[in-house]
């Protein structure tokens, strides 16, 4: 992983684009390649890919995640929907108050009622890497109609940095079409519906695939399972730009630890829909991937591994300097990054 590294507080943006005058596609993109590093804004996008390139982009939307409730003494609590586990339950982190701080006396069996007479039954800590010793819990939740409908109309954003509350619609992607994630798949934030003609005017494809973003347990710093789906022509489209020479770029990690998920060792990918526990580092390399759009991460995040596993430590160390150097911004609202390592060669199972 990258060396330890300061993230200065000033660098980290608390608010949208938008607030500090820019357009979506208008913050700042650091392409980071093995001969040198570019400078550029995200409109000029285009200028950096080639046509018969494929980006692969994460259709998921980004859910009004966090609740307010009660417990049965009538205190206060935060209730932040994580992510839906494969029996139907949910993986929920306790704050105690609006600056994230996390509960300590949540019990097995414990309810938390919610508005409109929902209501939260916690049924265990959730254990992750083999320790129970975590914030996240396992807990069923009872309400009428859909959890989606229910946290549009009652929930809010989970982002403990973002100054202000904005609306939903901050915080979701032109390619957002299924609501799902407890947390906005960020690297797409940056693309408009402009810039993407621009895109396919000049070549480059975009395909779909889905993936349903857990909030990561905020005391160890590793991903939970998440939910996706590979659909049949994205993976034949896939196949067919590898085997013409194209690159696929992922548009964030999120789609990238999709699309890894069905990558056989040589490359091919195939369509699949289920749960993934994937995590890329030093024992599991990229084998699909040649290229990956993404947000700048914090020192000791688990991205940080998977960015390595796609560009390699080297550049992917210098990026980071050069991004600190040159005070590019931090975190979901912040700046961007396209790294481009040199093609990598497979062999064949």
């Given at each position: 992983?990258?060396?330890?590294?300061?993230?200065?507080?000033?660098?980290?943006?608390?608010?949208?684009?938008?607030?500090?005058?820019?357009?979506?596609?208008?913050?700042?993109?650091?392409?980071?390649?093995?001969?040198?590093?570019?400078?550029?804004?995200?409109?000029?996008?285009?200028?950096?890919?080639?046509?018969?390139?494929?980006?692969?982009?994460?259709?998921?939307?980004?859910?009004?995640?966090?609740?307010?409730?009660?417990?049965?003494?009538?205190?206060?609590?935060?209730?932040?929907?994580?992510?839906?586990?494969?029996?139907?339950?949910?993986?929920?982190?306790?704050?105690?108050?609006?600056?994230?701080?996390?509960?300590?006396?949540?019990?097995?069996?414990?309810?938390?009622?919610?508005?409109?007479?929902?209501?939260?039954?916690?049924?265990?800590?959730?254990?992750?890497?083999?320790?129970?010793?975590?914030?996240?819990?396992?807990?069923?939740?009872?309400?009428?109609?859909?959890?989606?409908?229910?946290?549009?109309?009652?929930?809010?954003?989970?982002?403990?940095?973002?100054?202000?509350?904005?609306?939903?619609?901050?915080?979701?992607?032109?390619?957002?079409?299924?609501?799902?994630?407890?947390?906005?798949?960020?690297?797409?934030?940056?693309?408009?519906?402009?810039?993407?003609?621009?895109?396919?005017?000049?070549?480059?494809?975009?395909?779909?695939?889905?993936?349903?973003?857990?909030?990561?347990?905020p005391d160890r710093q590793v991903p939970?399972?998440?939910?996706?789906?590979?659909?049949?022509?994205?993976?034949?489209?896939?196949?067919?730009?590898?085997?013409?020479?194209?690159?696929?770029?992922?548009?964030?990690?999120?789609?990238?630890?999709?699309?890894?998920?069905?990558?056989?060792?040589?490359?091919?990918?195939?369509?699949?829909?289920?749960?993934?526990?994937?995590?890329?580092?030093p024992h599991r390399q990229a084998r699909?991937?040649?290229?990956?759009?993404?947000?700048?991460?914090?020192?000791?995040?688990?991205?940080?591994?998977?960015?390595?596993?796609?560009?390699?430590?080297?550049?992917?160390?210098?990026?980071?300097?050069?991004?600190?150097?040159?005070?590019?911004?931090?975190?979901?609202?912040?700046?961007?990054?396209?790294?481009?390592?040199?093609?990598?060669?497979?062999?064949?199972?």
């Open positions: 992983m990258i060396d330890y590294f300061e993230l200065p507080t000033e660098l980290c943006a608390v608010e949208p684009p938008e607030q500090r005058g820019l357009a979506r596609d208008q913050v700042r993109l650091l392409v980071a390649q093995a001969a040198h590093n570019s400078h550029a804004r995200f409109a000029d996008l285009p200028c950096f890919l080639s046509a018969g390139d494929l980006l692969v982009v994460n259709t998921s939307a980004a859910l009004a995640a966090d609740v307010t409730g009660q417990w049965a003494d009538g205190r206060d609590i935060a209730v932040r929907f994580s992510a839906m586990v494969a029996d139907g339950t949910w993986l929920i982190d306790l704050l105690a108050s609006s600056n994230a701080t996390p509960a300590h006396d949540p019990a097995v069996g414990d309810r938390i009622a919610l508005p409109d007479g929902a209501t939260v039954t916690l049924l265990g800590a959730h254990a992750v890497g083999g320790s129970a010793r975590t914030r996240l819990w396992r807990a069923d939740v009872e309400n009428d109609g859909s959890l989606e409908a229910y946290l549009a109309r009652h929930g809010g954003p989970s982002y403990a940095s973002v100054r202000g509350r904005w609306p939903i619609s901050a915080y979701r992607t032109v390619f957002g079409r299924d609501p799902g994630s407890a947390e906005m798949p960020s690297a797409g934030r940056p693309f408009t519906a402009d810039l993407v003609a621009s895109l396919v005017s000049a070549g480059v494809g975009v395909v779909p695939v889905t993936l349903h973003t857990a909030a990561t347990d939970c399972p998440e939910w996706f789906q590979v659909p049949e022509a994205t993976a034949r489209l896939v196949n067919v730009t590898k085997a013409w020479g194209g690159r696929v770029v992922a548009v964030g990690t999120t789609a990238a630890r999709a699309l890894e998920t069905v990558a056989c060792p040589d490359g091919r990918v195939v369509a699949a829909t289920g749960w993934t526990d994937l995590v890329l580092g699909v991937i040649d290229g990956l759009i993404t947000g700048w991460h914090p020192p000791g995040a688990s991205h940080l591994l998977m960015l390595e596993a796609v560009a390699g430590a080297d550049l992917v160390a210098g990026a980071y300097r050069e991004a600190l150097s040159a005070r590019y911004l931090w975190d979901g609202f912040g700046d961007s990054c396209l790294f481009l390592p040199p093609r990598r060669r497979l062999r064949a199972s």
